[in-house]
């Protein structure tokens, strides 16, 4: 396991020597990990590799305008072995969930992520914190490889910029971003009508649990960090399914005086997952869910807590105050 990067070139040519690859990306995938995915199976079809594309949870219904979506599936059946095994977007081995119980060998383990709480776990790592998003690092890549970027190649790497970036709004949005989506545009995405279908294609129940966002939010700290939960009754009544949760705290993080926004949710185990967004680099959330076993980016991290749910709320926010009240 390196403690630094290793160069694309290596990346590449241990590309090369495989056969079988298998490409991964978190449980509860973002657009960021789905459309790296499917960006790099379809590559590695395209020069002529055996290819496998896993994730736990499979294609969410609301990321199934990705070209060839289809080609990512949950793993089933025997554990099989690879050549090679590229993990995307994941900053901790065992949030590949039960992909990697499908795994009997991995000839070798490639790293490719952004996230700056990553374990480099792998035989080949290369971990870039100042890229928005895994998206942006597998473009450079392919670059480097003289890929052929196909339309559907184009749109799954523009969903996977975009969706990480806020649609090119994050701290980390650099120069270098709006020049690879512009060569991604070049390359054949059709930006207004992918755009409508990642941000203006909404079920009817998000728009229910956006109303129960902002009816039961707390703010604390003189209005300068807020919080909603979500219990397993709360979702038992709004029939939503845990996808539709992703972007609802945003809304509570547009209030003007709000540094730092975070969710609750109740899991069926009894667990309680943390979602946290701050506006302000000097309020590290990253570091305050460090604290409870979690991690991400500084203005974005996440954790997971026992329960009951009030109590992981209570302990969590005190964190989050303190951490106001203590910035410099």
């Not at 499908?102 to 080949?124: E, P, Q, T, Y």
């Not at 749910?309 to 926010?317: C, Q």
Request: hydrophobic content about 40%; proline content about 5%; overall charge negative.
């Amino acid at each position: 396991m390196s403690e630094s990067n290793v160069s694309f070139a290596e990346i590449g040519a241990a590309i090369a020597a495989a056969q079988k690859i298998l490409v991964i990306s978190h449980l509860r995938p973002d657009g960021d990990a789905l459309g790296s995915t499917l960006a790099c199976a379809l590559w590695l079809r395209q020069i002529g590799k055996r290819v496998t594309a896993w994730n736990e949870d499979g294609v969410l219904e609301k990321f199934r305008y990705l070209p060839e979506w289809p080609l990512v599936t949950p793993p089933e059946g025997e554990p099989q072995e690879f050549d090679a095994v590229i993990m995307l977007d994941t900053s901790v081995k065992n949030r590949a969930g039960t992909c990697l119980e499908h795994i009997a060998k991995a000839g070798v383990w490639i790293n490719l992520d952004h996230h700056i709480s990553n374990g480099r776990f792998g035989d080949l790592n290369y971990i870039d914190p100042s890229a928005p998003a895994t998206g942006e690092i597998l473009h450079q890549f392919l670059k480097s490889q003289n890929a052929v970027i196909t339309p559907e190649i184009a749109a799954n790497l523009f969903a996977a910029i975009s969706t990480d970036t806020g649609s090119f709004q994050y701290a980390g949005t650099s120069p270098r971003t709006f020049r690879i989506a512009a060569e991604l545009v070049e390359a054949g995405v059709e930006v207004s009508k992918l755009s409508q279908r990642m941000y203006d294609s909404q079920p009817r129940r998000r728009l229910d649990l956006l109303r129960h966002a902002l009816n039961s939010a707390e703010f604390l700290c003189d209005d300068q960090a807020v919080s909603f939960t979500l219990t397993t009754a709360d979702t038992e009544r709004l029939g939503v399914i845990p996808e539709d949760n992703e972007g609802i705290i945003d809304h509570l993080r547009a209030v003007d005086t709000v540094v730092v926004a975070v969710f609750f949710e109740e899991l069926p185990d009894g667990k309680v997952r943390v979602s946290s967004r701050s506006k302000d680099p000097r309020v590290d959330v990253c570091r305050i869910c460090g604290l409870f076993g979690g991690g991400g980016h500084p203005l974005a991290s996440g954790a997971r807590m026992k329960g009951p749910i009030a109590e992981a709320r209570e302990k969590f926010m005190e964190a989050v105050c303190n951490e106001i009240r203590n910035r410099h």
